[in-house]
């Protein structure tokens, strides 16, 4: 809606004479919005995955901030070389396959991550997900803004830039925003329902410990918790198996929960241009009045 108010509001400030805090024209084809779109789709995943990784091999493997930074180092190295290599295709491949391939690997590399993850997160195969990703993530940022800065005229490539940045932004903040919610909101229910069926984690117990506010615990914080209640040996491990168990359980369920965004975002792709580079059009305003692209 408020994406809505902003286009009719520039609209209004273009017709009354006024300068615009965006030009229209970057995203005046339907090929341009489904660009925007599908930024907007490449850097939310992004922001999700490293918000979600980070926080399980932290809280479940109790590293350090520094081990996990070490631990995203593959992926973080694999988006930036695949973002400067993947030009190299632009001659073979139109940007509307690179689209579908990109988002294509990235869902398979979610639900790659989401069958392998353990509680025990093996290096390796975990490795294979996260490059994987990597591959299409760096593949995708290059091309979607690639295909704005081609389809624009050269004296709107602040516009473009502009454009760029917000998406980016904007993406970011809500990617991060929604895996939280959505992790936490996996957990706590699954955490509840595994309660509601437990006779060995009594409602007395229960009422002791604070299940307003069901966070990610790793099994020595809740251990910690545990022992300034009535807890017995038997209902300490019984807690400790339950919250491990509900901590994988939203993560696989989250991995494919965006794979599934991952997959939708297809959609867009699929509207990209489908020319190679010897075939681009002319972005002049002149040849966009009355351009038919295919």
């Given at each position: ?8 509001w ?12 965006l030009?229209l024209?970057?995203?005046g ?9 599908a ?12 918000f979600?990784v980070p926080l399980y ?5 109790g590293r350090?901030?520094?081990a996990?930074a070490i631990a995203m180092?593959?992926?973080n190295?694999?988006?930036f070389?695949s973002a400067?290599?993947i ?5 073979r491949?139109t ?8 988002f294509g690997l990235c869902?398979?590399a979610?639900?790659?991550l ?6 025990d997160?093996?290096a390796?195969?975990v490795l294979?997900?996260?490059v994987?990703f990597?591959?299409?993530?760096g ?16 004296e709107?490539?602040?516009d473009v830039g ?5 998406t980016?932004?904007?993406a ?7 895996a939280g919610?959505?992790m ?16 060995i984690?009594t ?7 604070d ?5 990610f ?14 807890a017995t ?15 994988l ?11 599934g965004?991952a997959?939708l975002?297809i959609?867009?792709a ?10 681009i ?12 692209t295919r």
């Open positions: 809606m408020l994406g809505f108010a902003f286009v009719r520039t609209s209004a400030r273009q017709q009354a004479g006024k300068t615009p805090l030009a024209e970057v995203i084809s339907a090929q341009e919005r489904a660009a925007v779109m930024m907007f789709a490449v850097v939310a995943l992004e922001a999700m995955l490293n979600s091999i932290q809280i479940v493997q350090s901030p520094l996990t180092m593959p992926f190295l694999t988006v070389f400067m290599l030009v190299k295709l632009y001659k491949l940007p509307r396959q690179i689209g579908r391939w990109g869902t398979l979610l639900l790659w989401a069958f392998v993850v353990r509680n997160w093996s390796g195969p294979v997900g996260l994987l990597g591959i299409g993530q593949s995708l940022v290059t091309l979607v803004f690639n295909v704005l800065v081609t389809a624009s005229p050269k709107l490539a602040g502009s454009l760029r940045g917000t980016n932004n904007l970011a903040a809500v990617g991060t925003a929604v919610a959505l936490v909101g996996l957990l706590s229910s699954i955490i509840l329902g595994s309660l509601a069926a437990n006779t984690l409602p007395e117990l229960r009422a002791q410990v299940l307003d506010s069901i966070n615990l790793s099994n020595d914080r809740l251990q910690s918790v545990l022992v300034a209640t009535t040996a038997e209902q300490v491990q019984e807690a400790l198996r339950v919250n491990a168990e509900a901590r359980k939203a993560l696989k369920i989250g991995l494919v929960i965006m794979a965004v997959l975002a959609i867009p699929s509207r990209l241009p489908n020319y190679i580079p010897g075939e059009p002319d972005p002049s305003p002149r040849r966009r009045e009355g351009e038919e």
